[in-house]
Nanobody, 125 residues
Framework: QVQLVESGGDLVQPGGSLRLSCAAS????????IGWFRQVPGKEREGVSC????????YYTDSVKGRFTISRDNAKNTVYLHMNSLQPEDTAVYYC??????????????????WGQGTQVTVSS
């Protein structure tokens, strides 16, 4: 069983950048596809990004394409979400998680079997 802990959330001005980290404990981290989703109170969770375990293929929701980059360092059991050109609409709690079936297509629909405690990202001037 892999457990996930997110960090790196902060208050940032529009146009700013942040790097979120998702640190995993447990065995065989490299076996798992890992994704990020975000949630705003009163709204449904939104799948943001995912990186496949098998081939490193990445997925991004349309609203973050060209601004966010997901990467993983299996030696450090960590997945990163690099976020640039942040906008107020990116404000949310960001969670990293393991999509059902380890399938990034499930992450697109924000269908995760397990996730961490989340980290708050606030974009405001």
């Amino acid at each position: 069983q892999v457990q996930l802990v997110e960090s790196g959330g902060d208050l940032v001005q529009p146009g700013g950048s942040l790097r979120l980290s998702c640190a995993a404990s447990g065995r065989h981290f490299d076996y798992y596809s890992i994704g990020w989703f975000r949630q705003v109170p009163g709204k449904e969770r939104e799948g943001v990004s995912c990186i496949s375990s098998s081939d490193g293929r990445t997925y991004y929701t349309d609203s973050v394409k060209g601004r966010f980059t997901i990467s993983r360092d299996n030696a450090k059991n960590t997945v990163y979400l690099h976020m640039n050109s942040l906008q107020p609409e990116d404000t949310a709690v960001y969670y990293c998680g393991i999509p059902y079936g380890g399938d990034c297509l499930r992450a697109e629909r924000a269908e995760f079997g397990s996730w961490g405690q989340g980290t708050q990202v606030t974009v405001s001037s």
